[in-house]
């Protein structure tokens, strides 16, 4: 079974702050993806990553695929309150008896202060 | 109207009690899953199914069933309710390859 290890659970930051948020994976995967959950709602997805050592952005937010494919990273510069929320990877299953399965961690909690 | 539909948004059963959730979608997607969220622990997988004929098992299937009735339907049973059932369940669909996930607003289940 792939595992996913995200860390911090919790994140408590002023606005303004930066912060990485990271996603580790017990061995390769095929590609990861990262969703971010507002309460009452369902995750929303924000980016695909696929190619070892990929980076992609998006606005303030900046996604990195390892080089290796275990590992990701989220970078949010000058947070603000309004990205407040659960985020959240997830890998797809790329054979075997994990094709197919959308496997989540255990998500991050970030709440920003104004 | 949404394109991932769960009913019953919020629901209170009795331990033993058979209870059914329903997810129904408008995306024409094949792949449908269900999640079960706890505080802390993210999204645990349950059921997923890649078409009518195709249901697999998650992570934490026990002590849940489901039925794939159409392409667009996709229902949770839990047979026997038991108090550690009481969570935030979502429904999502996808079609293949690296496509993103669509989740419904969940339903909320208390087992008291």
């Known amino acids: 079974t792939q595992l996913l290890e995200q860390s911090p659970q919790f994140l408590s930051i002023q606005e303004g702050e930066n912060l990485t948020v990271y996603c580790n994976s017990s061995?390769?995967?095929?590609?990861l993806q990262w969703y971010r959950q507002e309460p009452g709602e369902g995750p929303v997805l924000l980016v695909t990553?696929?190619?070892?050592?990929e980076v992609k952005k998006l606005k303030r937010l900046t996604f990195q695929f390892g080089d290796a494919r275990k590992d990701s990273s989220l970078h949010i510069t000058a947070a603000q309150p309004g990205d407040t929320g659960l985020y959240l990877c997830?890998?797809?299953?790329?054979?075997?008896?994990?094709?197919?399965?959308?496997?989540f961690g255990q998500g991050t909690i970030l709440t920003v202060h104004p | 109207d949404a394109d991932v539909t769960q009913t019953p948004r919020n629901r209170i059963t009795k331990t033993g009690k058979r209870i059914m959730l329903e997810c129904s979608q408008t995306?024409?997607?094949?792949?449908m899953y269900w999640y079960r969220q706890d505080p802390g622990l993210g999204l645990r997988l349950i059921y997923y199914?890649?078409?009518?004929?195709?249901?697999n098992k998650g992570e934490i299937s026990d002590g849940y069933s489901v039925s794939r009735q159409a392409q667009a339907k996709f229902s949770l049973s839990l047979e026997s309710a038991i108090p550690n059932q009481t969570a935030l369940y979502f429904c999502?669909?996808?079609?293949?390859?690296?496509?993103?996930?669509?989740f419904g607003q969940g339903t909320r289940l208390t087992v008291v």
């Open positions: 199914s890649f078409d009518v004929k195709d249901i």
């Open positions: 061995s390769v995967f095929s590609s």
């Open positions: 999502a669909t996808s079609s293949g390859g690296y496509t993103e996930a669509f």
């Open positions: 995306k024409g997607h094949d792949r």
């Open positions: 997830a890998l797809r299953g790329a054979g075997g008896t994990s094709y197919g399965k959308l496997t």
């Open positions: 990553v696929v190619t070892g050592g």
